[in-house]
């Protein structure tokens, strides 16, 4: 450990595909980006943690030294200062990497081990049960630690093995465009979807969607419900073959494909992000879909050599994962 202090570094996810799928013991598909949130500690001689940038009672701060402290960590009294080059509310997870970059930063200040992924990833994700009331599943905090340059990391959320996959654009590029509606009131119905996969689940008698093969017994809207996350998981791994074979034609194709199942099937679009996605479509994107928990935030499109994204996007491309700097 440095004498003075700490300093931890988290990355922003996109999902390439692979949505609503986590919480369901699915697959997805995401990769870190190169913007982030960079927390330093710096060790101060009273034992409290203090963070001048923060609000008083930011959850993720109390969540992170709570959630330490109930491992047995000794955490030594720092002022931490949150540095970030991610926007806020525009689905690129900017809370998980507050969280992972926070509890990075606080663990090597206590000179502490840097935990598995599996591990710290649940750690953050129970910050966000516990404490911001956000029923997320694990994409957000795997992807963020997981990643690396130049490939996306196929999950596999019921056994949490993950597999890089070069994810090679050549003159393709990625782009998110932030639908501008914000996520903040996103999290009753992302909840709520939530709640309705477990009730299907219930009725389908499986211990999860991963499980399910039938869904035409099931009342609407439950039965769409199912048949996102069952046809999404297909997707992901149709991607993947994608990727394998250069095919980013056939990657539109799923993304678009995404799209019309998180519209109409899971019901979580909003007008402004289908106004981003059209957008996108008339600059010439191969294919475009809602991102993230849904309700607003970032709509992300993949554009062949020589389109001209709509003003406002912001390119992205598979990056390094959480460090201690
Ligand atoms: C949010 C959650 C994730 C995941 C996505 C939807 O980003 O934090 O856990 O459920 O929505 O795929």
Same mark, same amino acid.
Do not use: K
């Given at each position: ?18 949505? /609503? ?28 943690i ?23 960590m ?38 502490? /081990?840097?935990? =598995? ?17 956000? =029923? ?20 596999? *959320? ?46 389908l ?37 994608a ?31 289908e ?7 008339e600059?010439?994107a191969?294919?475009?879909?809602? *991102? ?12 062949p ?21």
């Amino acid at each position: 450990m440095n004498p003075h202090g700490s300093r931890a570094f988290a990355p922003g996810r996109v999902n390439l595909i692979g949505e /609503h799928t986590d919480y369901n013991l699915g697959l997805c598909l995401p990769f870190a980006v190169d913007r982030g949130v960079t927390v330093t500690a710096e060790l101060r001689d009273a034992g409290e943690i203090v963070a001048p940038g923060l609000p008083d009672d930011d959850p993720y701060l109390r969540g992170a030294v709570a959630e330490l402290r109930a491992t047995d960590m000794d955490l030594p009294g720092c002022t931490l200062a949150v540095d970030s080059d991610l926007p806020r509310e525009a689905g690129l997870s900017s809370s998980a990497a507050l969280s992972i970059a926070l509890v990075l930063a606080l663990t090597a200040a206590a000179g502490a /081990h840097r935990p =598995e992924p599996a591990d710290l990833a649940r750690l953050c994700q129970r910050i966000e049960h516990e404490y911001t009331g956000v =029923e997320t599943g694990l994409l957000d905090q795997l992807a963020s630690i997981l990643g690396e340059e130049g490939r996306a990391v196929r999950l596999d *959320m019921r056994t949490l093995d993950s597999r890089q996959v070069a994810l090679d654009l050549g003159d393709h590029a990625l782009a998110a465009l932030d639908s501008g509606s914000s996520r903040s009131l996103a999290e009753s119905g992302y909840n709520d979807r939530r709640a309705e996969c477990e009730r299907a689940a219930e009725l389908l008698g499986v211990e999860s969607l991963r499980d399910a093969t039938d869904w035409s017994g099931l009342p609407d809207p439950l039965d769409r419900r199912v048949r996102h996350v069952v046809t999404e998981n297909e997707r992901v791994d149709a991607a993947v073959r994608a990727l394998e074979r250069e095919d980013l034609g056939a990657l539109g194709e799923l993304l678009d494909a995404s799209h019309r199942s998180l519209r109409d099937d899971y019901e979580v679009s909003v007008p402004e992000v289908e106004r981003a996605v059209d957008a996108c479509r008339e600059a010439g994107a191969l294919g475009a879909r809602i *991102m993230g928990g849904g309700f607003g935030g970032s709509v992300l499109a993949l554009f062949p050599p020589g389109a001209d994204p709509p003003t406002g996007a912001l390119p992205v491309a598979p990056s390094r994962g959480a460090r201690v700097l």
